[in-house]
């Protein structure tokens, strides 16, 4: 279960100040596929990288997993926001899996070794790193590509290889920030097949990001709409649209 309660984050940039997320609660259940939709600059990139603290907010509590990753508490200067330590933090992220739009492969690193990197500090052995591999491999469709480079693949197989890198260490969500807005509509329809074949076989709760409606309806349980980094909707997709 992901639980987010009064979440605010804001941008002091040059031009002025920017409120990303004002005062956002939202309960995401576990094995929900869950969508949140909003124009672009909506602030819903921003919500789903508190969720992982790739972005810390500025105050508000966020549960992942059982794991409260920040908090408020009560000081004599009035309530601050702590979060875990960074060894906490990073114990909690191995639960947390991430999927990005621009897929963010190592160039210089094979299919194999995309998906085995967040292993390596695991404490696996090498057998069972590439037994993990291999088995992500099928999962994606990418049986035959383990030897070859990120620049000779497509971008649905970048985006295959991505989805296997954020699976590797079993997390029980994974977060999809925009993994759609850059490929075509055909390529579209197998990722979103995929990652509700995922969903289904694995029980693992999916977060998507996007701006497209249309992959909500697609494969969402359920959907909140962000606007001006406001909550403005939140239920079934059905009661959404």
Do not use: W
């Not at 005062?23 to 949140?36: H, K, P």
């Not at 601050?80 to 947390?96: C, F, M």
């Not at 292993?119 to 383990?146: A, F, M, N, P, W």
């Not at 990652?195 to 249309?214: F, P, S």
Request: hydrophobic share 35%; proline share 2%; aromatic share 4%.
């Amino acid at each position: 279960m992901i639980e987010i309660k009064n979440l605010n984050k804001t941008y002091h940039l040059k031009s002025g100040d920017v409120e990303a997320a004002k005062n956002v609660s939202l309960t995401i259940e576990d094995g929900e596929i869950y969508g949140i939709i909003g124009y672009s600059g909506a602030g819903k990139s921003t919500l789903v990288r508190c969720i992982n603290l790739l972005e810390v907010p500025d105050s508000g509590e966020i549960n992942v997993n059982g794991v409260q990753l920040t908090r408020m508490e009560s000081t004599p200067k009035g309530e601050v926001l702590r979060k875990v330590s960074d060894k906490e933090l990073n114990r909690a992220r191995k639960g947390i899996g991430m999927i990005f739009q621009h897929f963010n492969l190592l160039d210089r690193s094979t299919v194999f070794d995309n998906i085995a990197y967040p292993l390596k500090y695991s404490g696996k052995s090498k057998t069972q790193i590439r037994e993990r591999v291999h088995e992500l491999l099928e999962l994606v469709d990418l049986k035959d590509k383990e030897n070859v480079y990120p620049s000779q693949l497509s971008g649905g197989q970048k985006q295959r290889v991505a989805i296997a890198r954020a699976l590797a260490n079993n997390p029980g969500v994974l977060l999809s920030d925009e993994a759609t807005s850059a490929l075509d509509p055909t390529t579209t329809k197998a990722i979103l097949a995929l990652l509700k074949e995922i969903n289904q076989k694995y029980g693992i709760t999916i977060v998507i990001i996007t701006h497209e409606m249309a992959v909500v309806q697609e494969i969402g349980t359920h959907v909140a709409i962000i606007d001006h980094g406001e909550l403005a909707e939140s239920g079934t997709v059905e009661e959404g649209f």
